[in-house]
Nanobody, 114 residues
């Protein structure tokens, strides 16, 4: 099972990015999936999550700006990030759960700077 995250980059404050996480080796359509991020010198934090039933949760810091979604046919998880702020700068990781096991993508770097 592999998760491949992509879509990071360098953007200016106020701009947008869309992250993608393609799963291979297993279907995650009915499983919990999430995006986490880790900023320099900080602990990894949960940004957004979606359950197999479609229940969605966001960290307070990204509510109203970020949107998590999934394409079941493509076995892909997305994170649409709008109105990016310098505080959003971090390595973003996708995670998928199958039973008790967690699978992590390799991380994609998002840098928000003017």
């Amino acid at each position: 099972v592999q998760l491949q995250a992509s879509g990071g980059g360098l953007v200016q404050p106020g701009e947008s990015l869309r992250l993608s996480c393609v799963a291979s080796g297993s279907r995650f359509s009915n499983n919990f999936m999430a995006w986490h991020r880790q900023a320099p010198g900080k602990e990894r934090e949960l940004v957004a999550s979606i359950t197999g039933g479609g229940m969605i949760n966001y960290a307070d810091s990204v509510k109203g700006r970020f949107t998590i979604s999934r394409d079941i046919r493509a076995n892909t998880l997305y994170l649409q990030m709008n109105s990016l702020e310098p505080e959003d700068t971090a390595v973003y990781f996708c995670r998928g759960n199958i039973g008790p096991r967690q699978y992590w993508g390799q991380g994609t770097l998002v840098t928000v700077s003017s």
